[in-house]
Nanobody, 123 residues
Framework: QVQLVESGGGLVQAGGSLRLSCTAS????????MGWFRQAPGKEREFVAR????????YIANSVKGRFTISRDNAKNTAYLQIDSLKPEDTAIYYC????????????????WGRGTQVTVSS
């Protein structure tokens, strides 16, 4: 089973950008659908983005569309979440996740989660 480690979070001013990385262990990274979720203080975990095995199909949640981009590099066993034009409401713990099956729309049912990386946006 794949293990996931997120990195790239931090404190950033509103309007700035961050690129989060999710590095996976194991040799089967390319067989997983990868996704990102976030959880803000006092709120439920929210699905943010999903990318298929080959990287040619992505889905971005409507709430962040136009500012978030998901990508992956199977040669590096890494998935990325590029976040631009950061807003204070983007403050959350961002979790990387891996799943075995593709899904449609704003859904994703991963079987493996990373521990998360904190993103804090100051106004």
């Amino acid at each position: 089973q794949v293990q996931l480690v997120e990195s790239g979070g931090g404190l950033v001013q509103a309007g700035g950008s961050l690129r989060l990385s999710c590095t996976a262990s194991g040799r089967t990274f390319s067989s997983y659908v990868m996704g990102w979720f976030r959880q803000a203080p006092g709120k439920e975990r929210e699905f943010v983005a999903r990318i298929n095995w080959s990287g040619d199909k992505t889905y971005i949640a409507n709430s962040v569309k136009g500012r978030f981009t998901i990508s992956r590099d199977n040669a590096k066993n890494t998935a990325y979440l590029q976040i631009d034009s950061l807003k204070p409401e983007d403050t959350a713990i961002y979790y990387c996740a891996a799943g075995s099956t593709e899904s449609s729309g704003a859904t994703f049912y991963p079987g493996t989660w990373g521990r998360g990386t904190q993103v804090t946006v100051s106004s």
